[in-house]
Nanobody, 125 residues
Framework: QVHLVESGGGLVQAGGSLRLSCAAS????????MGWFRQAPGKERERVTA????????YYSDSVKGRFTISRDNAKNTVYLQMNSLKPEDTAVYYCAAVNSQDTGPTRSTRWPHWGQGTQVTVSS
């Protein structure tokens, strides 16, 4: 089992930046793709970005491409999400997730078995 804990959410004005962190513990010796999903009120959970275990492959949704950057430090079992040029529509609960995969993992959230508790990101206009 993999235990994930997110941190770094908060309230920021439009155009600002936030950095989320996700610390993994447990069976981290397996190869895990890490991802960030978000869910706004009344909307489905959507995959925002993902990174392969080696870091050589990344995925970004069109809505965040060029503004968000995912990275990972396997020595610290931590994945990061740097969010720049934030917009009010980025407001959501952001979840860290992990899946045993060789690339950037599946699109559907239901196929990711390991989840953090979520952290709220609110962008004011």
């Amino acid at each position: 089992q993999v235990h994930l804990v997110e941190s770094g959410g908060g309230l920021v004005q439009a155009g600002g930046s936030l950095r989320l962190s996700c610390a993994a513990s447990g069976r981290t010796s397996r190869i895990y793709t890490m991802g960030w999903f978000r869910q706004a009120p009344g909307k489905e959970r959507e995959r925002v970005t993902a990174i392969s275990w080696s870091g050589s492959s990344t995925y970004y949704s069109d809505s965040v491409k060029g503004r968000f950057t995912i990275s990972r430090d396997n020595a610290k079992n931590t994945v990061y999400l740097q969010m720049n040029s934030l917009k009010p529509e980025d407001t959501a609960v952001y979840y860290c997730a992990a899946v045993n995969s060789q690339d950037t993992g599946p699109t559907r959230s239901t196929r990711w078995p390991h989840w953090g508790q979520g952290t709220q990101v609110t962008v004011s206009s």
